[in-house]
């Protein structure tokens, strides 16, 4: 059973502009989370997908948003980057909506903003 | 408001030693708890995780935590290190009622295992 899988791995990205990140979650799996992981902040959680609705979201501006696909894929997008965004991005997958599933993370995309 | 928090940062210890990597919770409802590991450049991988079936969960690689309501602590412990357990450990719990999969991490305890 494939993992969870996350592209691009890795990419750079200039200040002002936009970049869009995709999960693909391990099949079955409907919940989809993502998480952004700095030096400085440690690991956040950004907002979580279940059958394609938000259903949590984390403390961050507007310019972070996502979306979740019938296939339960997601995509999350982060508008107008500032130098501060430059993080390593987690998605997660779970396989309901129950607490205390286990979730399982991707390897992450790297993202640098110059 | 949920919280994790990680005693030491760094934790150094001889191959073949006890590892202990502490980490008490805050929660005003019963947590889920979770511990994964992050190698260099990698993501995370759940090493155990406690949803109130047992006090004493065992996980991957010989690793193994206690809940212990009464301290609200999940400290992971390892009998005896291995060179491959050097990385970085989070401590995890799930954010509230309703909290689905919200996780809250500590800070994260870095683990080194020297020869």
């Known amino acids: 059973k494939a993992g969870v899988t996350q592209t691009p791995r890795y990419l750079i990205k200039t200040r002002g502009q936009q970049v869009t990140l995709s999960c693909s979650p391990i099949?079955?799996?409907?919940?989809v989370s993502w998480y952004q992981q700095t030096p400085g902040q440690g690991l956040q959680f950004l907002f979580e997908y279940f059958s394609e609705t938000q259903r949590n979201k984390g403390n961050f501006p507007g310019r972070f948003s996502g979306r979740q696909f019938s296939n339960s894929r997601s995509e999350m997008n982060v508008s107008t980057l500032e130098l501060g965004d430059s993080a390593l991005y987690l998605c997660?997958?779970?396989?309901?909506?129950?607490?205390?599933?286990?979730?399982?993370f991707g390897e992450g995309s790297w993202l640098t903003v110059v | 408001a949920q919280s994790v928090t990680q005693l030491g940062s760094h934790v150094s210890v001889s191959e073949g030693a006890l590892v202990l990597l502490r980490c008490n919770y805050s929660s005003s409802v019963p947590p889920y708890l979770f511990w994964y590991v992050q190698y260099p450049n990698q993501g995370l991988q759940l090493l155990l995780k406690y949803t109130s079936a047992a006090t004493l969960v065992k996980g991957i690689n010989g690793f193994e935590a206690e809940f212990k309501k009464s301290e609200t602590s999940f400290h992971l412990t390892k009998p005896s290190a291995h060179m491959s357990d050097a990385a970085e450990y989070f401590c995890a719990v799930i954010s509230g009622t309703g909290g689905y999969n919200k996780l809250i991490f500590g800070a994260g305890t870095r683990l080194a295992v020297h020869p």
């Open positions: 997660a997958s779970s396989p309901d909506g129950s607490s205390g599933n286990t979730i399982y």
């Open positions: 099949s079955g799996h409907r919940s």
